[in-house]
């Protein structure tokens, strides 16, 4: 079955240090991989994604992402992490399990806190 | 664009009410996704459709539940009737797809359901 981790529930770190938010996957194939970032009282908003091709993704914010085949994870990064940062962030990957394959199994989220 | 839209924002409502929840999609978009997300539950999948058409409702809870797409611009999550453990943030999404599926989720601002 596929499915997506999420290991932890809360990650914490120094406005201005390096931030990692970590993402494991399971799938047959290759995985499409995305993350979303979900700030307090709103949607969740698309971050970047994984389809193909180089393995480090950079999308919106600031943030990226690596992709590693052989540790089946798509860790979500930030150089120097910001206060407004401070989040609920999801990784997902899109489910293949059947011909119609629009939808996406997310993890549980990770809350990233930035303290000043 | 104005992105995907939801109506209402805000609902309160009694148990044994019905509750109609409604979506706009992007334009163009031909696939539609309703999530709930509750805290002790997180983010779960109801239903989506392709093209107006519903392809998985296996998340939708119980029969209480129902969602349509009469048309490519408009869908509505109907709760009837309500229980207060249907107390959730409801929230659509949609995407469009390529010969590849690789397409990333937009999300709606979401309706925040009370049913006392």
């Known amino acids: 079955a596929q499915s997506v981790a999420q290991p932890e529930d809360q990650v914490n770190v120094a406005e201005g240090n390096p931030l990692t938010v970590k993402c494991t996957y399971s799938v047959s194939g290759n995985p499409y991989l995305f993350w979303y970032v979900q700030y307090p009282n709103r949607g969740l908003q698309f971050l970047l994604k994984?389809?193909?091709?180089?393995?480090l993704v950079k999308g919106s914010y600031g943030f990226e992402a690596e992709f590693n085949k052989s540790q089946t994870s798509f860790h979500l990064k930030k150089p120097s992490a910001l206060v407004s940062d401070s989040a609920l962030y999801f990784c997902a990957v899109r489910d293949i399990s059947s011909s119609n394959t629009g939808k996406l199994i997310f993890g549980q989220g990770t809350t990233l806190q930035v303290k000043p | 664009d104005a992105g995907v839209i939801q109506s209402p924002r805000h609902e309160v409502t009694e148990m044994g009410q019905e509750v109609t929840l409604r979506c706009k999609p992007i334009s163009g978009h031909d696939y539609l996704f309703w999530y709930r997300q509750t805290m002790m539950r997180g983010l779960e999948l109801l239903i989506y459709f392709n093209n107006n058409v519903p392809i998985d409702d296996s998340g939708m809870p119980e029969d209480r539940f129902s969602a349509k797409m009469p048309n490519a611009s408009f869908s509505t999550l109907k709760i009837q009737p309500s229980e207060p453990r249907d107390s959730a943030v409801y929230f659509c999404?949609?995407?469009?797809?390529?010969?590849?599926?690789?397409?990333?989720?937009?999300f709606g601002p979401g309706t925040r359901l009370t049913v006392l």
């Open positions: 994984y389809i193909t091709g180089d393995n």
């Open positions: 999404a949609s995407s469009f797809a390529t010969k590849t599926y690789y397409n990333e989720q937009f």
